[in-house]
């Protein structure tokens, strides 16, 4: 089997793994620039809290009006987007921390859908319903995944001197009367349409794991934040081949295939990354040691 | 699982020298008048008790329709229901893994009724795990179709018998997987989707109504007896149906391995894909061979189970140009209300989607 054989064939036979490839690349795409500014706020957690705070809305969105795509996205979409907008809220009035607002928030939305779901019976049947897979996309769910990545890019490039302002001096961005907590809710309510389209479409795995891991492995390579999301960007659609490669040619499922790519290369960062990674990090410090 | 109900029938033994022959049979006397309480595990036993103890029972169905028995989790309401019931309604053959500590959790002392009790249970496809395990096989054609065929014989090699705890950790976020969603031994549970083996399910529910409630005993068989000739014109209606569409075209894709009983009884191939059932995330391998197998096969149509996600039976059959079947109703009714809300109306529905399904263009 030659290289061509072992990296196109399976693309070029198969419209699953065209559309897989897609989905994924499109998610990758949009989540690079909210992972790298999740990353640099400390809200790396975030996805992971938002995967369980839209479970009230999803269950309400099905037990209304069953399995429709669009009933659950929008009940999805309500409840994440009121916990993130009441933890930023929180946490700009009170002294509480975001990251502990996020956390009540988000179990208190859990408790509710873990309720609203056992109303109906078993759960499972439900949870495995809820949560999308990366083999069997369909158009519309092509359609959603890209759309919401088209715009998260463009709104991202609109606020981007905005976001970077507020997030490494939102003081003096406040000072200046710049609109920082007005372009931090809308950075929140992108994320919040990232996963929860990512959820119904992709699997809460993949695209929580899409956000975080390559804007964590970009972290080190990359000095700017430009570059990070460039290169995060570039990570996710990379992990994303390669983990379906893996998972057709030795029959392991796809996202956790695809993530494990992905955590592959955030490890190989830690350790080589030039930005502070493990190599790199120990020896420039004992130079500048013996300078001193 | 006659192990289990043996161990039952000893513990009943037991409580009964121990406890006193009058507090045991206690419900039993006191119901006089009032209707037999009856607690059937799933949908389509409550829906054969309810035809057959008519309004001399009041039954509940733990699992409800459209939910899942093989990962349901009893509630503390069903553990109240059970501890309240008379008799216990149960499919058997491993069906109900869970039952077995629910039961013993609410020391449920009425009698049981296990409803495949005499039916010659068939074992169960290993397609799923043998498939699974069988790497590479998207690039040797022929290997995969003699592993197909081959495990439809083999019966149970590779299973590990865990009906004990099948790890289910519900933390709400969906992003666990399953283990073991078949399970059940090497026995297939789904007894209930052939009609013959429906009246067998009648008359063992008939018989243990008369015998935990004497008085309305004739009550009893006299309506399972026209169930059963119900159940039985509906079978040979349904047999006839099916002689109509030629053989190679009698093969269907399906997400969940539950049709086995019904493809022996009408002579219709089931292919279940491996992995896509409702557990375990499937790799692109397994989609590649299923997709290759559907085409080589020219399997005319795939189908989706009211259990299980339809994405990827729907990207199979974008991919294949196989058709789409009907929804088919494997191990719970529909809600009330809709065709495929009783037993007889599911398999009137089933044989009815796949014969649209499978009769040529």
Redesign the interface.
């Known amino acids: 089997m030659t290289l061509l054989d072992w990296t196109i064939a399976?693309f070029n036979?198969?419209?699953?793994?065209r559309?897989?490839l897609a989905g994924t690349s499109a998610a990758a795409l949009g989540a690079a620039p909210l992972g790298v500014f999740l990353v640099l706020r400390r809200m790396s957690l975030m996805g992971d809290a938002m995967?369980?705070a839209i479970?009230p809305g999803v269950a309400a969105g099905f037990l209304l009006s069953g399995l429709s795509l669009w009933a659950m996205l929008l009940g999805g979409l309500l409840t994440g987007l009121l916990v993130a907008l009441l933890a930023g809220v929180v946490a700009r009035l009170t002294p509480l921390r975001e990251d502990a607002s996020f956390a009540a928030f988000y179990l208190i939305s859990?408790g509710l859908?873990?309720l609203l779901?056992?109303v109906r019976?078993?759960?499972?049947?439900l949870?495995?319903?809820?949560?999308?897979?990366v083999?069997?996309?369909?158009d519309t769910?092509l359609l959603l995944v890209t759309s919401v990545a088209s715009v998260t890019l463009l709104v991202m490039a609109a606020l981007y001197r905005l976001l970077v302002a507020e997030c490494l001096d939102a003081d003096f961005l406040r000072a200046c009367g710049g609109r920082g907590s007005w372009a931090h809710m809308t950075f929140l309510v992108l994320v919040v349409v990232n996963l929860v389209a990512g959820?119904q479409v992709l699997?809460?795995?993949m695209v929580v794991g899409m956000m975080m891991l390559p804007a964590a492995a970009a972290r080190f390579w990359q000095p700017t934040v430009a570059g990070q999301i460039a290169l995060s960007a570039l990570l996710g659609v990379g992990a994303s081949i390669a983990g379906?490669l893996i998972?057709?040619?030795?029959?392991?499922?796809?996202?956790?295939?695809i993530i494990l790519t992905a955590g592959v290369a955030y490890l190989f960062s830690v350790t080589c990354g030039p930005q502070g990674g493990l190599m790199h990090g120990l020896r420039p410090r004992t130079f500048s040691l013996k300078e001193e | 699982m006659h192990n289990d109900f043996a161990a039952h029938v000893r513990r009943r033994v037991l409580m009964m020298l121990t406890i006193g022959v009058a507090s045991v049979c206690a419900p039993i006397v006191a119901h006089g008048d009032e209707p037999l309480r009856v607690v059937a595990t799933f949908s389509i036993l409550g829906d054969m008790v309810r035809e057959i103890g008519g309004d001399d029972v009041m039954v509940t169905t733990l699992v409800g329709p459209d939910g899942d028995a093989h990962t349901y989790e009893p509630t503390p309401a069903a553990a109240r229901q059970l501890k309240a019931a008379d008799v216990l309604v149960k499919n058997g053959l491993d069906f109900e893994t869970w039952l077995p500590r629910l039961a013993k959790a609410t020391d449920f002392s009425g009698s049981t009724v296990v409803a495949t009790a005499g039916i010659v249970p068939r074992k169960m496809s290993e397609s799923a795990s043998a498939e699974r395990h069988h790497a590479d096989a998207a690039q040797s054609h022929t290997a995969d179709q003699k592993q197909i065929k081959g495990s439809a014989e083999a019966g149970a090699h590779d299973e590990d018998h865990d009906h004990g705890d099948h790890g289910h950790d519900h933390d709400g976020s969906g992003a666990h997987t399953h283990e073991g969603h078949h399970h059940h031994g090497d026995q297939d549970p789904h007894a209930w989707q052939s009609l013959q083996n429906g009246a067998i399910y009648a008359r063992n529910i008939a018989a243990g109504l008369a015998t935990a409630d004497p008085a309305h005993a004739a009550a009893y068989r006299q309506r399972a007896h026209a169930y059963i000739v119900r159940i039985e014109a509906l079978d040979a209606q349904i047999r006839k149906t099916f002689a109509d569409i030629p053989a190679e075209r009698r093969r269907v894709v399906s997400s969940h391995d539950a049709f086995g009983y019904f493809g022996n009884a009408y002579g219709v191939r089931f292919i279940p894909v491996a992995g896509l059932s409702t557990d375990a995330e499937p790799s692109a391998a397994d989609m590649a061979r299923i997709i290759e197998q559907v085409k080589r096969e020219h399997v005319p149509a795939v189908f989706v189970e009211n259990i299980s996600s339809p994405a990827l039976i729907q990207q199979i059959a974008r991919e294949t140009g196989a058709r789409v079947g009907g929804t088919l109703y494997s191990d719970a009714l529909a809600p009330s209300g809709q065709p495929a809300a009783t037993y007889l109306g599911m398999f009137e529905w089933n044989a009815r989607q796949l014969f649209e399904a499978l009769q040529p263009q």
Not at chain 1, 121 to 125: A, L, P
């Open positions: 399976p036979d198969y419209a699953f793994m559309r897989a995967s369980h479970l859990l859908g873990v779901v056992s019976g078993s759960s499972v049947d949870l495995h319903v809820l949560f999308g897979t083999l069997g996309l369909d769910a959820f699997g809460t795995l379906l998972s057709y040619h030795y029959n392991l499922p796809a996202s956790p295939a």
